[in-house]
């Protein structure tokens, strides 16, 4: 590339100057040939014989014609003497340039065939094969019209495509025309937005469902206000009756205010890590005491098992109280039929401190168990109701965990019971 450049340039310097070149040459041959006529009539004069002096002439001025003065023009090459330069193949500095991006990127020619791809698109489809058409990896319409578009017209164009398998993903599908070295190429890029696509819908339900639970109590409320400001205007016993459910409407709409907030809360600082040492022993205890009323309610019994050892982990002492208080209190609420809650904690060597939360009751269905931190996801609605949950509860759980770079993991068995691991 560079020495055709260099060509060119010289071609185009040539080109500039061309009127100059053949006046210098011409000018140059006459001198040459007016020194040789003097260089013979120098020998003849100097008594050679006139034959001698013509002969000389006639050598001179025929080596001066055969030697081509422009060979000594500084060495400067002509258009003349410019070979055509080689092509060079521009998929490799290609190749070189893909691989520097972080999103799947694939090469094709003209006929829509596949000439490299990167790493990334490596790792995400699979090695492609260099040489097949687009079609034999992706057969939705969609791309396969978007790039022959592209091909026809020479414009950019992009899409949004879904794959299912091997999992659920949402793409960018953008195609783009390049030309390297006079060789038309288009750029398939893949940018995956299937996370921003779970962030929108994970927002829209919590909005419709945080709409819903607020709007169920709201009702109610309405609905006694009007009754007893109506029909049971003068009923005592109505009233009495009316102003308890009313009273546990209200605290159900405060429940879920406040574990709204709480998790606005822990959204905020979510990036920011405890920085104190806080003891787990007494943290368990204080939650088993405040929880003792609860339990006794519900015929269970909480019963810890902890280490003598002080057992420390870096973490906000408030914070893990509600972490504990949700767990066993979801144990009680939900496994009272086992009668009893185990709670063990434990520093296994190589996998740090444990603190298991288990129930004796009737277990969870195992295709519940993925979705259960999510934000009013219940496994029983009406249950969960009855036993005045919000569905909040396990959200803020792994939203704590996770500032305190911790885990949360689930195991259940249905007619065993339900065991949650918090693993710092």
Same mark, same amino acid.
């Given at each position: 590339?560079?020495?055709?450049?260099?060509?060119?340039?010289? &071609?185009?310097?040539?080109?500039?100057?061309?009127w100059? *070149?053949?006046?210098?040459?011409?000018?140059? $041959?006459?001198?040459?040939?007016?020194?040789?006529?003097?260089?013979?009539? =120098?020998?003849?004069?100097?008594?050679?014989a006139?034959?001698y002096?013509?002969?000389?002439?006639v050598?001179?001025?025929?080596?001066?014609?055969?030697?081509?003065?422009? &060979?000594?023009?500084?060495?400067?090459?002509?258009?003349?003497?410019?070979?055509?330069?080689?092509?060079?193949?521009p998929l490799?500095?290609i190749?070189?340039?893909?691989?520097?991006?972080?999103?799947?990127?694939?090469?094709?020619?003209?006929?829509?065939?596949?000439? =490299?791809?990167n790493?990334a698109?490596? !790792?995400?489809?699979g090695?492609l094969?260099?040489?097949?058409?687009?079609?034999?990896?992706? $057969?939705?319409?969609g791309?396969?019209?978007m790039?022959?578009?592209t091909i026809?017209?020479?414009t950019p164009?992009?899409?949004e495509?879904?794959e299912?398998?091997p999992?659920e993903?949402?793409?960018?599908?953008?195609?783009?025309?390049?030309e390297?070295?006079?060789?038309?190429?288009?750029?398939?890029?893949?940018r995956d937005i299937?996370?921003?696509? $779970?962030?929108?819908?994970m927002?829209s339900?919590?909005?419709?469902?945080?709409?819903?639970e607020? !709007?169920?109590?709201?009702?109610?409320? *309405?609905?006694?206000?009007e009754?007893?400001?109506?029909?049971a205007?003068?009923?005592?016993?109505?009233?009495?009756r009316?102003l308890a459910?009313m009273?546990?409407? =209200?605290?159900?709409?405060?429940r879920?205010?406040d574990?709204?907030?709480?998790l606005?809360?822990?959204?905020?600082k979510?990036?920011?890590?405890?920085?104190?040492?806080?003891?787990?022993?007494p943290?368990?205890?204080?939650? *088993?005491d405040?929880?003792?009323?609860?339990? &006794?309610?519900?015929?269970v019994?909480? !019963?810890l098992d902890?280490?003598e050892? #002080?057992?420390?982990?870096?973490?906000?002492?408030?914070?893990?109280?509600?972490?504990?208080?949700?767990?066993?209190?979801?144990?009680? #609420?939900?496994?009272?039929?086992?009668?009893?809650?185990?709670?063990v904690l434990?520093r296994?060597p190589g996998?740090?401190?444990?603190? !298991?939360?288990r129930?004796?009751?009737?277990?969870?269905p195992?295709?519940?168990v993925? $979705?259960?931190?999510e934000?009013?996801?219940r496994v029983?609605?009406?249950d969960?109701?009855?036993k005045?949950?919000?569905?909040?509860?396990? =959200?803020i759980?792994k939203h704590?965990?996770?500032?305190?770079?911790? *885990?949360?993991?689930?195991?259940s068995?249905l007619?065993?019971?339900s065991e949650?691991?918090?693993?710092?």
């Amino acid at each position: 590339m560079g020495e055709a450049r260099g060509a060119l340039q010289v &071609a185009e310097n040539g080109e500039s100057s061309g009127w100059r *070149r053949p006046m210098r040459h011409l000018l140059s $041959r006459w001198l040459a040939i007016v020194g040789c006529a003097l260089m013979a009539v =120098a020998a003849w004069y100097s008594g050679a014989a006139a034959g001698y002096a013509l002969v000389l002439f006639v050598l001179l001025v025929g080596l001066v014609i055969v030697v081509d003065p422009r &060979a000594e023009d500084d060495g400067a090459p002509t258009i003349a003497t410019l070979q055509p330069a080689m092509p060079v193949d521009p998929l490799p500095s290609i190749r070189a340039a893909i691989e520097a991006l972080d999103m799947p990127v694939i090469v094709m020619g003209a006929q829509a065939d596949l000439l =490299a791809q990167n790493a990334a698109a490596e !790792r995400a489809f699979g090695d492609l094969g260099e040489g097949q058409h687009v079609s034999a990896r992706w $057969r939705s319409p969609g791309i396969l019209d978007m790039i022959r578009e592209t091909i026809e017209t020479a414009t950019p164009n992009q899409i949004e495509h879904s794959e299912r398998l091997p999992s659920e993903r949402v793409y960018i599908v953008r195609v783009a025309p390049v030309e390297a070295d006079g060789r038309p190429l288009f750029l398939l890029s893949f940018r995956d937005i299937s996370e921003l696509r $779970r962030l929108d819908r994970m927002r829209s339900d919590f909005v419709a469902n945080a709409s819903h639970e607020l !709007r169920t109590p709201l009702a109610s409320l *309405r609905g006694f206000i009007e009754t007893m400001q109506g029909p049971a205007k003068d009923d005592a016993k109505a009233k009495e009756r009316f102003l308890a459910i009313m009273l546990d409407q =209200a605290n159900r709409m405060s429940r879920l205010v406040d574990d709204l907030l709480s998790l606005s809360r822990l959204e905020l600082k979510a990036h920011l890590p405890p920085d104190q040492m806080v003891d787990l022993k007494p943290v368990l205890g204080h939650v *088993r005491d405040s929880l003792a009323p609860l339990a &006794a309610d519900l015929g269970v019994e909480i !019963r810890l098992d902890l280490p003598e050892e #002080k057992v420390e982990v870096m973490g906000e002492r408030d914070e893990l109280v509600e972490v504990f208080e949700n767990l066993m209190e979801n144990a009680c #609420k939900y496994g009272q039929e086992g009668k009893f809650v185990d709670v063990v904690l434990r520093r296994e060597p190589g996998l740090g401190t444990e603190v !298991r939360v288990r129930d004796h009751g009737p277990g969870i269905p195992a295709e519940h168990v993925p $979705r259960l931190t999510e934000r009013f996801y219940r496994v029983n609605v009406e249950d969960s109701r009855s036993k005045k949950g919000t569905g909040l509860g396990l =959200a803020i759980v792994k939203h704590i965990l996770t500032r305190h770079r911790a *885990r949360l993991i689930v195991k259940s068995e249905l007619g065993v019971g339900s065991e949650f691991t918090v693993r710092f």
